[in-house]
């Protein structure tokens, strides 16, 4: 006896798991930090369980980049993959129409013949909408998790008159939801979704995809002209229970159409007529090349390996950018004026200023302060006169602090120009100097001799 094939119950496992990690992922945190988290109330970005200013969205194009090498290799490689077995699309429709309307409210006879509409049921067709309207209400709360952390976003749902614009975002966004599911159905899937649009210009004749052995089914259309409802020659006997099963109100046996969502309903209605006959299906889960050549599917090829080496780059270069980043922001801004000469009891004093921006980017409070070293010098040349003493700053706070510069000893002695020295400032927490450290080159101007002699001269 031929094999019969279970596409669909696989893909129903595949849903309950992703549909799991979706709901999951938003709770676990890892020293405070999500997977993915890009908060504009509290200006962060978390990756990886790693936070992230947002004046670090430098990191977003690499994450964008490995999505979009991840989609092109992916549909390069198994042709429409993720239409059938994790689009939201696909997942809400199964639940909308094989599980609400069919299994639980009956408005459908069988799941296995998704074209025909039936009319009538008013009351459980009203209760459908509803039933899956509750559920686009848990679904949208879900995707405003990885914007509003969960430990946010039921602290404010609780005083809804206080959060207007996301009590409206919920219910908009559910309401659109319900109505892309209920009504637009699989025409989202072929005249909205631009993903559908695109993804024929990234196949080749070896990408996997949905496909009838018109060579041992016999050819039925001539273009879009049906020629048999079953072919005078070949194993395909007319039943058309792969058309009635397909979501999507199409006709596989005409060859490929963007319509096709790749769902494999149709290769599990023919397997089961075909292994009546003792045959595997006539539809089947793989390359045109493969069904021309009747070899196996070649997975490894240029493009897919060109694909998969550059979206290994790109991971790569994500983590080590993910690794070097710093735990603080700092930011080092000169006065305008060069410096300032005083001339004092004990001797002149020379003094640089400068505006630094510090920012906690950590999740818990710190204690802060720098050290200034001239650059390749490991001697104490330059004091801090001000701030004087260590600052505490909460989680995502910044401070903005004048800083003045002393130099202890004759720096430079040059008569003609002011002298530049570079110099290193070093800010870090004093209660974690190992983790939050952070270092940014300025420069210390030490007037020309000239200017020191008339300083004292005064
Ligand atoms: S289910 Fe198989 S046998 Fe029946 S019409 Fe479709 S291709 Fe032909
Ligand atoms: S043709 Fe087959 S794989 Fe394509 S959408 Fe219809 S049932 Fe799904």
Same mark, same amino acid.
């Given at each position: 006896m031929s094999k019969i094939t279970n596409y669909v119950l696989k893909r129903y496992w595949w849903y309950g798991l992703t549909t799991i990690v979706i709901f999951v992922l938003p709770f676990i945190t890892i020293n405070g930090n999500h997977f993915f988290l890009l908060s504009f109330d509290h200006k962060k970005l978390n990756l990886l369980f790693t936070a992230f200013d947002t004046?670090?969205?430098?990191l977003m194009p690499f994450v964008l980049i490995g999505l979009f090498l991840t989609i092109f290799f992916v549909t390069t490689l198994a042709g429409r993959v993720w239409c059938a077995w994790s689009c939201p699309q696909t997942i809400f429709r199964v639940i909308y129409r094989d599980l609400i309307q069919t299994k639980i409210l009956g408005i459908r006879k069988s799941i296995q013949d998704k074209q025909k509409e039936y009319s009538g049921d008013y009351i459980k067709k009203i209760i459908a909408v509803l039933l899956f309207y509750c559920i686009s209400i848990i679904a949208v709360s879900n995707l405003l998790w990885y914007f509003i952390p969960p430990e946010d976003f039921f602290v404010y749902i609780q005083n809804p008159s206080e959060h207007l614009l996301l009590m409206g975002i919920i219910f908009c966004a559910s309401l659109f939801l319900t109505l892309d599911v209920t009504y637009l159905a699989e025409k989202f899937c072929v005249y909205v979704c631009p993903y559908a649009r695109i993804q024929s210009v990234m196949f080749d004749r070896h990408t996997v995809q949905v496909i009838y052995d018109d060579q041992r089914g016999g050819v039925v259309y001539d273009g879009k002209t049906?020629?048999?409802?079953?072919?005078?020659?070949?194993?395909?006997?007319?039943?058309e229970a792969c058309v009635s099963v397909c979501p999507t109100h199409i006709d596989i046996r005409q060859g490929m159409?963007?319509?096709? %969502? !790749?769902?494999?309903e149709c290769a599990d209605a023919c397997s089961k007529i075909q292994a009546k006959f003792n045959r595997p299906s006539? %539809? !089947?889960?793989?390359?045109s090349e493969a069904i021309k050549t009747r070899q196996k599917v070649k997975y490894f090829r240029f493009r897919t390996v060109a694909y998969s080496i550059v979206l290994l780059i790109a991971l790569i270069a994500l983590i080590l950018m993910s690794q070097t980043k710093e735990n603080m922001l700092l930011n080092v801004n000169r006065s305008s004026e060069l410096y300032s000469i005083e001339n004092k009891q004990n001797g002149l004093e020379i003094t640089n200023a400068y505006t630094l921006l510090f920012q906690n980017t950590d999740n818990k409070t710190h204690e802060y302060y720098f050290d200034v070293q001239i650059q390749g010098?490991?001697?104490?040349?330059i004091k801090i006169v001000r701030p004087s003493a260590p600052f505490k700053l909460e989680a995502n706070a910044k401070a903005k602090k004048i800083v003045v510069l002393k130099a202890i000893k004759e720096l430079a002695s040059d008569d003609k120009k002011d002298s530049i020295i570079p110099i290193i400032i070093t800010a870090y927490a004093i209660d974690d100097k190992e983790r939050i450290v952070v270092k940014r080159n300025s420069i210390f101007v030490y007037p020309k001799t000239t200017e020191l002699e008339r300083a004292r001269a005064k």
């Open positions: 004046q670090e969205l430098y049906k020629l048999y409802k079953k072919p005078p020659e070949g194993e395909c006997i007319g039943c159409q963007l319509d096709c %969502i !790749n769902c494999l006539l %539809i !089947n889960w793989t390359s010098s490991n001697e104490q040349n």
